[in-house]
C-alpha cells in the first residue's frame, strides 16, 4: 500500500510556549519523526523542506517537485512517495535513490550522490511529466534557465532536442539545384 503526500501535514503549536525557538525545535522534531514514518528516512530529508517556507531556497520547483495546495507535483503530474521512499508518478514507481532525491528537488545537485540509473530515471520522469518544457505543454520547447541545475544537469539529457527555428535551419545543409 502506498501512501499518498497530498494530504498537507500539520502541526500544532503550543500557544502558550514563551520560548519560540524552542518550539520551532519541537515542531521540526515532530516533523521530521512524521516524515520519517510516512515517506521513509531516505526521502525524509528532502520532502521535508516543502513544510517550512524559510527554508524552501534551495529546493527545485522548476524541474523539480513542487507543492501546490497541499498536493506535491512535478511538471503536469501529481507525484506520491511511499514509506519506502520511492516515488510514484502516473502509476509508475521510481526506486528511492539518494541521486534521484537530489535531482528531483535540489536547485543544486550534489553529483556526488548521483549514478547513471539516476540520470536515466530523472530524464524518464521529466520526459513522462513534461517537465522540462516551457509551462509543462507537450507541444512546447525545452524550458531553459541560467541556473545550476539547467546547466549541469538538464541541459546535458536534452542537449539534441527542440532547437529554435533559427538554429535548426543554421545546422540544415544546403541543397544543390
Known sequence: MRRLLHTPLSIKRDDDDDDESTGDQQIEREILDF???TVGALANPYVSPYLYESKRRGLDTEYGIRREDGVFMIGDSQVSVDRDGNIHIKDVEFPATKGLWELLTRKKVDTNSVTRDDLKQYKTILEMTNAHLKGYNPNANIHT??????RDVNSKLFSTTRHSSTEAA???KWVRY
Open 35 to 37: 516524515g520519517a514514518m
Open 145 to 150: 534557465s541560467k541556473g545550476n541545475k539547467f
Open 170 to 172: 543554421l545546422r540544415r
